[in-house]
């Protein structure tokens, strides 16, 4: 069985930080380039982060960049993104996206279940 399950959100106030958490299981996560997705209510979704499969590169949305760390440890098929100076335009659900990233080579996505991050006073 293939799983995504992140977990770390919650309710924070304006300038907070939080720490989301991916952890994978039934595929082979090195594999796969790794995502953070969000999408607030009413609202696109929108590619927030990435890490590619061996963690030697990493992009960013230019609404996070500077406030947002995403790092990966395949050892324990994990990816985090920590986010710091939290703003109320940050409130959305959560989500972890693993695509397959050997080069030449093709391969399923998967998604996780989301987790809610809401910033407010």
């Known amino acids: 069985q293939v799983q995504l399950v992140e977990s770390g959100g919650g309710l924070v106030q304006p300038g907070g930080s939080l720490r989301l958490s991916c952890v994978a299981s039934?595929?082979?996560?090195?594999?796969?380039?790794v995502s953070w997705y969000r999408q607030a209510p009413g609202k696109e979704r929108e590619l927030v982060a990435q890490?590619?499969?061996?963690?030697?590169?990493?992009m960013y949305g230019d609404s996070v960049k500077g406030r947002f760390t995403i790092s990966r440890h395949n050892a324990n098929s994990t990816v985090f993104l920590q986010m710091n100076s939290l703003k109320p335009e940050d409130t959305a659900v959560y989500y972890c996206?693993?695509?397959?990233?050997?080069?030449?080579?093709?391969?399923?996505?998967?998604w996780g279940q989301g987790t809610q991050v809401t910033v407010s006073s």
């Open positions: 996206k693993a695509a397959y990233g050997v080069p030449f080579r093709k391969g399923p996505d998967y």
């Open positions: 890490v590619t499969r061996l963690g030697v590169s990493t």
């Open positions: 039934g595929f082979t996560f090195s594999a796969y380039h």
